[in-house]
T-cell receptor
Framework: ELKVEQNPLFLSMQEEKNYTIYCNYS?????LYWYRQDPGKSLESLFV?????AVKQEGRLMASLDTKARLSTLHITAAVHDLSATYFC?????????????FGKGTLLTVNP | DTGVSQNPRHKITKRGQNVTFRCDPI?????LYWYRQTLGQGPEFLTY????????KSRLLSDRFSAERPKGSFSTLEIQRTEQGDSAMYLC?????????????FGPGTRLTVL
């Protein structure tokens, strides 16, 4: 059974600081997704990573994937208050279960002035 | 708005009542998914459809839960004899078969409170 672990689960940052959220998963997959969720809202797709070594960047966020280590990272550069949200990684199943996403518990990010 | 829509957005019901939620996917998407999210957790997969065929049901989906997608367009999720443990956000997502990413786009969710 695929398991996805995120850490940290809670992250309080100061503005302009950098930090990284880690996402580890337990079985082979070549699809990893990062989503953002604001309180009471649905999930917004941020990044789709499909191959080993994939790196994608959007604004102050950069995501990478190492399929050999079964690890993805979401790096936050020079955080601003607008980035405060919960960030989820989700891993796509392999083979016949490739449609199914297994989510981590999420990282609640709070950016303080 | 061409995104995934869900109705109602909020539902409060008494234990033992039946409830039904509706999801309208992005129009050209032929895959539709239901997830459940409880407070402080990530979404958990419940079931998915490809066109009108329901291809997998999670063990989380007890026999009180039933989902349909009769014409391969919108879907309904019904919960019979609701229990307090059913209180959660029910999320619907859709995707396009054949896309390399199988990226799933989520609707706003239906928040269910069972009293």
């Amino acid at each position: 059974e695929l398991k996805v672990e995120q850490n940290p689960l809670f992250l309080s940052m100061q503005e302009e600081k950098n930090y990284t959220i880690y996402c580890n998963y337990s079985t082979t997959s070549d699809r990893l997704y990062w989503y953002r969720q604001d309180p009471g809202k649905s999930l917004e797709s941020l990044f789709v990573l499909l191959s080993n070594g994939a790196v994608k960047q959007e604004g102050r966020l950069m995501a990478s994937l190492d399929t050999k280590a079964r690890l993805s990272t979401l790096h936050i550069t020079a955080a601003v208050h607008d980035l405060s949200a919960t960030y989820f990684c989700a891993v796509g199943g392999s083979g016949g279960s490739n449609y199914k996403l297994t989510f981590g518990k999420g990282t609640l990010l709070t950016v303080n002035p | 708005d061409t995104g995934v829509s869900q109705n109602p957005r909020h539902k409060i019901t008494k234990r033992g009542q039946n409830v039904t939620f509706r999801c309208d996917p992005i129009s050209e998407h032929n895959r539709l998914y239901w997830y459940r999210q409880t407070l402080g957790q990530g979404p958990e997969f419940l079931t998915y459809f490809q066109n009108e065929a329901q291809l997998e049901k999670s063990r989380l989906l007890s026999d009180r839960f039933s989902a349909e997608r009769p014409k391969g367009s919108f879907s309904t999720l019904e919960i019979q004899r609701t229990e307090q443990g059913d209180s959660a956000m029910y999320l619907c997502a859709s995707s396009l078969v054949g896309g390399a990413a199988n990226e799933q786009f989520f609707g706003p969710g239906t928040r269910l409170t069972v009293l």
